[in-house]
């Protein structure tokens, strides 16, 4: 199936800086890339996606990017805010050959973000 | 809307017990899903159903079953639970590529 890898797995930074949380795929013919924001004793909830079609995605001060060639995609957070503290994942659709209906997304093992006054 | 809504919030179990985690959506949506969280783990699908009638395994389906009740509902059960259950479970549905999550269920096995 479809291997997600996540990292950091934590991340610090300071209010006002940018952060980066970075994630790779295995499968080539994945072609959806959605990353979901956890706030504590909550649901994750998608905040952005990009599809293969495109290599970048902007939504005020988030972002994904995606590297098909590589295999890698990234989510982008400018200017943090405390608000923006949060569990972050990312995800990708199952690799060819899966049978099934839905969507069995595959997630990464989440990144803890901090971001500190 | 409610969206995803999921019972109970919090249970305690013995190790042996039965229980049914319940999840019901008000969205329309064909697809539901159940996942576990744990620590450094991510989210792991448990079953899934891509529409009423149907239900098919995931990732980790060992030691549960699930039913759908009707296109609203989606029910976890946990027949003889262990101590490696003890999770937080999240009920999902879907709509296109979208996944809208329920606010989870804590679980504790002892």
């Known amino acids: 199936g479809e291997n997600v890898e996540q990292h950091p797995s934590t991340l610090s930074v300071q209010e006002g800086d940018s952060a980066v949380i970075k994630c790779t795929y295995s499968d080539s013919a994945s072609n959806y890339f959605p990353w979901y924001k956890q706030e504590l004793g909550k649901g994750p909830q998608l905040i952005i996606d990009i599809r293969s079609n495109v290599g970048e995605k902007k939504d005020q001060r988030i972002a994904v990017t995606l590297n098909k060639t590589a295999k890698h995609f990234s989510l982008h957070i400018t200017e943090t805010q405390p608000e923006d503290s949060a569990v972050y994942f990312c995800?990708?659709?199952?690799?060819?050959?899966?049978?099934?209906?839905?969507?069995?997304?595959?997630f990464g093992t989440g990144t803890q973000l901090k971001v500190e006054l | 809307n409610a969206g995803v809504t999921q019972t109970p919030k919090f249970q305690v179990l013995k190790t042996g017990q039965s229980m049914t985690l319940q999840c019901a959506q008000d969205?329309?949506?064909?697809?539901m899903y159940w996942y576990r969280q744990d620590p450094g783990m991510g989210l792991r699908l448990i079953y899934y159903?891509?529409?009423?009638?149907?239900?098919d395994k995931g990732e980790v389906p060992n030691g549960y079953n699930v039913s759908r009740l009707n296109k609203r509902e989606f029910s976890l059960r946990l027949e003889s639970a262990a101590p490696s259950q003890t999770s937080v479970y999240f009920c999902?549905?879907?709509?296109?590529?979208?996944?809208?999550f329920g606010a989870g269920s804590r679980l504790t096995v002892l």
């Open positions: 159903s891509a529409s009423e009638g149907t239900t």
């Open positions: 969205m329309n949506h064909n697809s």
């Open positions: 995800a990708a659709p199952p690799a060819r050959g899966l049978t099934g209906g839905g969507n069995k997304l595959t």
């Open positions: 999902a549905s879907r709509l296109q590529g979208l996944l809208t």
